[in-house]
């Protein structure tokens, strides 16, 4: 079952989501902080994930001798 990837991909969304709607219903201090956490832990898996793709991409999209080239200083 892939239950694990399911979660993984909605997860972020869902802390944002339920952190939202709490946010707007909070009437306390702790439920207000609690979904400030929730929105935040929200933002920054799905900035992680973003990050990470772009390296991910960039690095599949690399000339095969840029890894091994070398810039030399010049002496003055």
């Given at each position: 079952m892939q239950l694990e990837k399911y979660w993984y991909e909605a997860s972020p969304f869902i802390y944002t989501v339920v952190g939202g709607y709490f946010l707007g219903r909070s009437d306390s201090g702790i439920?207000?902080?609690?979904?400030?956490?929730?929105?935040?832990?929200?933002?920054?898996?799905?900035a992680m994930?973003?990050?990470?793709?772009?390296?991910?991409?960039?690095?599949?999209?690399?000339?095969?001798?840029?890894?091994t080239q070398r810039t030399r200083r010049r002496s003055v």
């Amino acid at each position: 079952m892939q239950l694990e990837k399911y979660w993984y991909e909605a997860s972020p969304f869902i802390y944002t989501v339920v952190g939202g709607y709490f946010l707007g219903r909070s009437d306390s201090g702790i439920l207000t902080l609690s979904s400030l956490i929730l929105i935040s832990a929200g933002g920054t898996i799905m900035a992680m994930r973003r990050r990470y793709q772009l390296k991910a991409r960039a690095a599949t999209h690399k000339p095969k001798g840029a890894a091994t080239q070398r810039t030399r200083r010049r002496s003055v």
